[in-house]
């Protein structure tokens, strides 16, 4: 459900959604911090999603981008930060390419994108 506030809810899951990421790409670290400090449709409590809670808005089957863009317009194809540390060492978070709609680990340090969640946990 689009809000029209700038965000979107899961009537699935009942996550609320950032609808329309900055376009702006960042570390890790400044992805959480980004998420830490968002003040959008008047809430504050915004978070980096979990690698399982951003794997839930791909919509697999389609590509360039793998998400339905009706709710989430301008999303990038490319790989989006999660909150979850790669399991291959502690330098490293999963995230997922939003191209195809496939998983990956990348150093916290490379420059990537990020789409703020609430809720959940």
Not at 46 to 59: A, F
């Amino acid at each position: 459900t689009a809000h029209g506030n700038g965000t979107v809810t899961d009537n699935v899951t009942g996550l609320m959604w950032q609808q329309q990421d900055d376009g702006v790409s960042r570390t890790w670290y400044n992805a959480i911090a980004y998420c830490d400090n968002l003040g959008l449709a008047g809430y504050s409590d915004w978070r980096l999603p979990t690698k399982k809670e951003l794997m839930g808005i791909v919509i697999y089957g389609s590509y360039l981008p793998a998400i339905d863009t009706t709710a989430f317009p301008s999303t990038q194809t490319a790989f989006y930060w999660s909150s979850t540390t790669y399991s291959g060492g502690p330098y490293s978070a999963w995230g997922v390419f939003f191209s195809v709609g496939n998983v990956g680990g990348f150093f916290k340090t490379f420059l990537y994108y990020v789409r703020a969640v609430r809720g959940g946990l």
